[in-house]
């Protein structure tokens, strides 16, 4: 994309207050026929190591209208890392993030860990992990784009999640208020303490950034949040905590725009980075929960906002 088509994309995007005949036309061009069950984001495919171009444009189409799609394919408990890497690049996801518990492959192994550094982190235990996007930790130059969740093993009891499009809790909060927008866009609303090593060293920086942001190059709507009450701090006006609030209302539902699923072995979730969860789980001596993450700086080719200006 031009220089020019970049900016073009930036400053005419339905996500700056300012465009509000072009937020009304996104709006109802994105609500039109939106997904009412759980069982429309759900494509069945074969591998997704070898996707035919049908299971391709079946996950594109329902990923450029909600961001997210559910894979059900016929690998069954096969672990081979490549099943999710090769889902990320059939979208141009390359960029993975390779946080430091990640595994050699680049992904990450959702699994109960009783040793180690993984175990005092909660993504490694079976504990209920509330509403968030993945990395919104991360500094502004490494922000995660797309998150994809692949199931070779789950709990026997638990481990659901509920799942809801960023950009449709962006539509409710504007709807309802566009100032709860103009809010959770500023720069410093969010703060993520630095997290500390034994040592009293800086294991990683504190970041202050927005909730919601566009993203300078294509126009897209980027959303860094979790809901929990501990290591954030909120900017402490009235008024960003009243739009947090209603967020947070929203989330708690009941909403027509809040799916809730479990994947079973051999699905993912495919998505750009959408608000989830996870419910508490528990693991059996014969069966243990195992879930491969990956995360990329990418956002998934061919759902960006500006895709006709590529």
């Given at each position: 994309?031009?220089?020019?088509?970049?900016?073009?994309?930036?400053?005419?995007?339905?996500?700056?207050?300012?465009?509000?005949?072009?937020?009304?036309?996104?709006?109802?061009?994105?609500?039109?026929?939106?997904?009412?069950?759980?069982?429309?984001?759900?494509?069945?495919?074969?591998?997704?190591?070898?996707?035919?171009?049908?299971?391709?444009?079946?996950?594109?189409?329902?990923?450029?209208?909600?961001?997210?799609?559910?894979?059900?394919?016929?690998?069954?408990?096969?672990?081979?890392p490549e099943i999710p890497l090769s889902m990320g690049k059939s979208f141009g996801c390359y960029e993975l993030d390779h946080n430091w518990l990640a595994d050699e492959s680049g992904l990450t192994s959702?699994?109960?860990?009783?040793?180690?550094?993984?175990?005092?982190?909660?993504?490694?235990?079976?504990?209920?992990?509330?509403?968030?996007?993945?990395?919104?930790?991360?500094?502004?130059?490494?922000?995660?784009?797309?998150?994809?969740?692949?199931?070779?093993?789950?709990?026997?009891?638990?481990?659901?999640?509920?799942?809801?499009?960023?950009?449709?809790?962006?539509?409710?909060?504007?709807?309802?208020?566009?100032?709860?927008?103009?809010?959770?866009?500023?720069?410093?609303?969010?703060?993520?303490?630095?997290?500390?090593?034994?040592?009293?060293?800086?294991?990683?920086?504190?970041?202050?950034?927005?909730?919601f942001s566009v993203v300078p190059e294509t126009g897209d709507l980027h959303m860094r949040y979790t809901i929990r009450k501990k290591h954030v701090v909120w900017k402490n006006d009235s008024f960003t905590?009243?739009?947090?609030?209603?967020?947070?209302?929203?989330?708690?539902?009941?909403?027509?725009?809040?799916?809730?699923?479990?994947?079973?072995?051999?699905?993912?979730?495919?998505?750009?980075?959408?608000?989830?969860?996870?419910?508490?789980?528990?693991?059996?001596?014969?069966?243990?929960?195992?879930?491969?993450?990956?995360?990329?700086?990418?956002?998934?080719?061919?759902?960006?906002?500006?895709?006709?200006?590529?």
């Amino acid at each position: 994309m031009s220089a020019e088509n970049k900016a073009d994309s930036y400053h005419k995007t339905p996500f700056k207050l300012e465009n509000k005949e072009l937020y009304k036309q996104w709006r109802e061009k994105k609500l039109d026929n939106y997904p009412k069950e759980l069982s429309d984001l759900v494509v069945e495919i074969d591998d997704p190591r070898n996707l035919s171009k049908s299971e391709h444009q079946k996950i594109l189409t329902i990923c450029q209208q909600t961001n997210m799609v559910l894979y059900a394919a016929k690998t069954g408990n096969d672990a081979d890392p490549e099943i999710p890497l090769s889902m990320g690049k059939s979208f141009g996801c390359y960029e993975l993030d390779h946080n430091w518990l990640a595994d050699e492959s680049g992904l990450t192994s959702l699994t109960v860990s009783e040793d180690g550094a993984r175990k005092n982190f909660i993504p490694y235990g079976n504990k209920a992990i509330n509403w968030h996007t993945d990395g919104y930790y991360n500094p502004q130059d490494k922000q995660i784009h797309a998150l994809n969740l692949h199931c070779v093993m789950p709990a026997p009891v638990g481990g659901e999640n509920q799942l809801m499009d960023h950009e449709v809790a962006y539509i409710l909060l504007r709807d309802e208020n566009p100032d709860y927008i103009r809010a959770l866009m500023a720069d410093d609303v969010m703060t993520i303490p630095a997290r500390m090593k034994k040592d009293g060293t800086i294991a990683r920086a504190e970041e202050v950034g927005p909730v919601f942001s566009v993203v300078p190059e294509t126009g897209d709507l980027h959303m860094r949040y979790t809901i929990r009450k501990k290591h954030v701090v909120w900017k402490n006006d009235s008024f960003t905590l009243e739009a947090l609030q209603r967020l947070e209302s929203i989330l708690e539902g009941p909403s027509a725009y809040i799916f809730k699923g479990k994947l079973e072995s051999g699905m993912g979730l495919i998505s750009n980075n959408i608000l989830h969860d996870r419910s508490a789980f528990e693991d059996s001596d014969t069966q243990k929960r195992l879930i491969y993450r990956s995360r990329f700086y990418d956002r998934l080719a061919g759902t960006s906002i500006s895709r006709d200006n590529a």
